[in-house]
Nanobody, 124 residues
Framework: QVQLVESGGRLVQAGGSLRLSCAAS????????MGWFRQAPGKERELVAV????????RYADSVRGRFTISRDITENTVYLQMNSLKPEDTAVYYC?????????????????WGQGTQVTVSS
């Protein structure tokens, strides 16, 4: 059974930085794609960044490109989201998710494994 556990969310001032972690367990994740999504109140869940468990090929939402960096540590089975230059509009619950294969990587409905979420609040 796949288990994804996020951590690292908290209150931070605009311009600050946070690093979110997603500890993955329960199976071998080769050929899986690991995504960070976020959902603000009243808004649809949106993709922030996605990375394959293997090498290369990373995608970011336009709103975070250049400020956020996704990475993974295969030895630790952990995916990270480094968030810099945070803005109040980055405030949301951030979720880690996993799916097999690259197809429809931006569609949250295609991910069948989710963490519980971690709250990120950016004050102005």
């Amino acid at each position: 059974q796949v288990q994804l556990v996020e951590s690292g969310g908290r209150l931070v001032q605009a311009g600050g930085s946070l690093r979110l972690s997603c500890a993955a367990s329960g199976r071998t994740f080769s050929n899986y794609y690991m995504g960070w999504f976020r959902q603000a109140p009243g808004k649809e869940r949106e993709l922030v960044a996605v990375i394959p468990w293997g090498t290369g090929w990373i995608r970011y939402a336009d709103s975070v490109r250049g400020r956020f960096t996704i990475s993974r540590d295969i030895t630790e089975n952990t995916v990270y989201l480094q968030m810099n230059s945070l803005k109040p509009e980055d405030t949301a619950v951030y979720y880690c998710a996993a799916k097999w294969g690259r197809d429809s990587y931006s569609d949250y409905l295609r991910y069948d494994n989710w963490g519980q979420g971690t709250q990120v609040t950016v004050s102005s």
